[in-house]
């Protein structure tokens, strides 16, 4: 139940030749303190209700847990969330061991791509495919929690 992860900001959009699955995320916070995040999530027609942790000083490790919900159940949720819906593909392109998640943002947050790298280790080794840009691990801006709040078409004004 904890999550290691390293994020990225994507430098080109050449993963999308790469990728081998596609989806659309509609997600939305329950709750978006710090301390825990409830997020609730729409993806193609699947729901999950997921619980965040505070992340740790590095930004790499964090508790989540996660459990499947019904699309009405999710929808239902969706509606009760606090501002600011985050609207989204995500991308998985398989590198090396890993699969990295990529997700392209629309609506407030169009124009931001960041890719995930899911870790078992913080030290573990991963292959960096040439799209990768600057990493942005533990930078609470690329949060979904915060993007909700201070989406990115905000960032320059």
Known sequence: MIEIERKFLVNSMAFKAEAHK????????LNSAKERTVRVRLKDEAGFLTVKGQSTANGLSR????KSISTAEAEALLALCEPGIIDKVRYEVICGKHVYEIDEFFGDNEGLVVAEVELNAENESYTKPAWLGE?????????NSILSKTPYKLWSI
Do not use: C, H, P, R
């Open 22 to 29: 596609s989806y659309a995320i509609k997600q939305g916070f």
């Open 135 to 143: 990493e942005v691990t533990g930078d609470l801006k690329y949060y």
């Open 63 to 66: 508790f989540e847990w996660e």
